[in-house]
């Protein structure tokens, strides 16, 4: 079969200085202390002798200029209006086993100072601007703060609020950009939409299938387009729309050539949604993080170290070509696997793992998945590859079934993934964790 070749080749400059950059896929646990304390605290090397006490939610003050806890500037901004985000960020949600701490009480929890951006699609013109009271008090924040952090919710709203129409810098976004490159121990970071949004350029709003079938053409949004970044369901457009994706300028703080993506493997499988962006956009490597776990990512030292409970998946395809196809197709794809301890440079595109090594495979057979994209089947069949007697698995990805209109044509068909270990690949485990690397996909 001919195959177009298309090897983007990407030179990735280090930083002589600049801030780190922390990654959380969404659904974390309030109690992660490897997410919080292990990551993102010790990483601001700020009061690290101190051992903060996760049943207390008063673990540290207020008064920035007297404190030894690290001062985190929490943004709300993808949160429907400010007084929505103004909660989130004061009041706990629901009681008992099912409560989720608000951003105050989830971050003195462990062990920082946390401070509210009031910055939101609501107040932007002048909540983000200089020169007023308001935009000068979360100016001021940004360049006090040891972490500035960005909440979940809808990533369009984060560029419609600290970007100007032209997707350049708003004065509150120049502040944060100066800071973070002024400063090596300065981090930005975000859960799930404000992952999202420390891309150069955000995707979101569609599913791996919908990706792949309409062959990575993506929809491009500019910023004063936020409120369309969604999904209507009114005919095929819209169909198109919600399961194809769109694309938004983002805040750019990721190193040139990296896509981040988030909720990777529990909410959904995401994998053909990355690979297929990465296509779109030109770039050929990707990470997929995955709930309650976090990526400090290190410019300087051109590293991405993983913490929590889940796994970094990423995606390389240097080395990949893309056939021929109305439907998004690619050969020898490479995407490992990594778990809290492991660490990946992006430089080198090598994975150090303490892991042993596995050596002897403790499965006799196969592991096939009928459904590759629900959720954690991408993962499965990663890990068992490099655990197995067989040399590669094989994933379906069914056209999604929905109960309305608009529907997928019934010529629409099953798209299948092949997971294959060969001699670029190795397996470890450890801590009941598994490590894969350099496991070859292919989409046919």
């Not at 960005?150 to 509150?172: C, E, H, V, Y």
Request: glycine share 10%; charged share 15%.
């Amino acid at each position: 079969m001919l195959r177009a070749i298309g090897l983007l080749l990407c030179f990735i400059v280090a930083p002589a200085q600049a801030g780190k950059i922390y990654l959380m896929g969404g659904g974390y646990s309030d109690s992660n202390t490897d997410l919080f304390v292990n990551g993102l605290r010790k990483a601001t090397a700020r009061d690290s002798s101190f051992v903060p006490n996760i049943g207390s939610t008063s673990n540290c003050g207020t008064n920035w200029a007297t404190m030894s806890c690290p001062r985190i500037a929490v943004v709300t901004s993808s949160k429907e209006s400010y007084a929505i985000g103004l909660d989130a960020f004061q009041n706990d949600l629901g009681t008992g086993a099912s409560r989720k701490r608000g951003y105050y009480n989830l971050f003195q929890t462990h062990g920082f100072s946390p401070k509210f951006i009031t910055a939101h699609v609501d107040n932007y013109t002048t909540h983000a601007r200089a020169g007023n009271a308001a935009g000068d008090a979360n100016i001021a924040l940004v360049n006090q703060a040891d972490v500035v952090w960005f909440a979940g919710g809808d990533q369009a709203k984060i560029a419609r609020t600290w970007l100007n129409d032209s997707g350049s810098d708003s004065p509150l976004a120049a502040a944060l950009r100066a800071r973070f490159n002024n400063s090596a121990s300065f981090i930005v970071g975000g859960d799930s939409a404000g992952n999202h949004a420390m891309n150069a350029t955000m995707h979101g709003g569609g599913i791996s299938y919908g990706y792949l079938y309409f062959g990575a053409n993506l929809l491009n949004q500019t910023v004063s387009q936020w409120q369309n970044f969604g999904d209507t369901r009114d005919g095929l457009n819209s169909l198109r729309y919600d399961d194809n994706g769109a694309t938004m300028r983002g805040l750019s703080f990721l190193p040139a050539g990296i896509l981040s993506d988030t909720h990777f493997d529990a909410r959904s499988g995401r994998l053909g949604r990355l690979f297929a962006a990465l296509k779109h956009l030109n770039l050929n490597q990707g990470f997929g993080v995955d709930e309650d776990t976090g990526v400090l990512v290190d410019p300087v030292l051109q590293t991405a170290r993983v913490y929590g409970s889940g796994p970094l998946i990423i995606a390389d395809l240097s080395a990949a070509t893309y056939p021929a196809s109305s439907y998004f197709r690619v050969s020898n794809a490479r995407v490992s696997l990594l778990t809290s301890g492991d660490s990946y440079n992006y430089s080198t595109r090598t994975v150090t793992s303490s892991k042993p090594a596995i050596t002897t495979r403790y499965y006799t057979g196969f592991r096939d998945s009928a459904d590759i994209f629900a959720a954690f089947e991408t993962s499965t069949l990663l890990t068992r590859v490099v655990d197995q007697a067989n040399t590669y698995n094989l994933g379906t990805a069914p056209a999604p079934e929905y109960s309305s209109a608009p529907f997928y044509p019934a010529s629409a068909p099953d798209i299948s993934l092949r997971f294959t270990r060969d001699a670029t690949t190795r397996g470890h485990w450890g801590g009941g964790k598994y490590t894969a690397v350099k496991v070859r996909v292919d989409i046919q």
